[in-house]
């Protein structure tokens, strides 16, 4: 397989990914102008698309289009909820950043990545074993690290917006009672944030 099908199988996993990002994963070598037209020949060709994240800003990152979707499917598991697009663009642009940031180049075989996107569209039945397939909550994503003998698996939640009690609730619930997940790491916007997640979670539970 060339390298255009490894992006398209990319964009489809980690839904929005910026062209610096795209850069790193498929062309280290290369100057990011080169890297940039190499993009937009795949634009050209119908398989991706510029998504801008938030409406009347510029910032914009690469997705799949219909077309890229259709070609890359084939290759993709088996999917329980068929689709491909973000409908949160902002917001999955920084669980890309949050969640792969750190492996962009790769990572080693001590380290496991599982998307909201993956978690969204497969089989429950047909996840890792490391990863928890219950339908109380879906996170944003997961990592599982191994060190030595012992293995950690962490849940990442970007959260932007408050959430009702209630959520919190089912959230508190999901992490007391699921023994697979390790830690969670939360991208919130701000300290006083993260303060308020923590009380209500620990009301919750």
Do not use: C
């Not at 075989?109 to 497969?122: A, I, M």
């Amino acid at each position: 397989m060339n390298q255009e099908h490894y992006i398209l199988e990319a964009l489809w996993k980690w839904k929005l990914i910026s062209t610096a990002g795209l850069s790193e994963m498929f062309y280290p070598n290369l100057d990011k102008n080169t890297a940039y037209r190499k993009l937009t020949r795949l634009e050209e060709s119908g398989l991706i698309q510029t998504e801008f994240l938030m409406k009347g800003k510029l910032a914009s990152a690469w997705a799949l289009t219909r077309q890229g979707f259709q070609e890359v499917s084939p290759f993709l598991p088996e999917m329980n909820d068929v689709g491909y697009k973000s409908e949160t663009q902002y917001h999955d642009w920084l669980v890309t950043a949050f969640h792969l940031g750190a492996w962009l180049k790769g990572h080693s075989e001590n380290v496991e990545l599982f998307s909201e996107q993956e978690l969204r569209r497969l089989r429950p039945d047909t996840y890792p074993a490391w990863v928890p397939n219950r339908n109380i909550h879906r996170p944003d994503g997961y990592s599982r690290v191994q060190i030595g003998s012992k293995s950690a698996t962490i849940a990442i939640e970007v959260e932007l917006s408050r959430k009702g009690q209630s959520a919190y609730e089912i959230l508190g619930k999901f992490y007391e009672e699921e023994p697979k997940v390790s830690r969670v790491l939360w991208l919130v916007t701000s300290r006083r944030r993260a303060q308020s997640i923590l009380a209500r979670i620990k009301f919750a539970v």
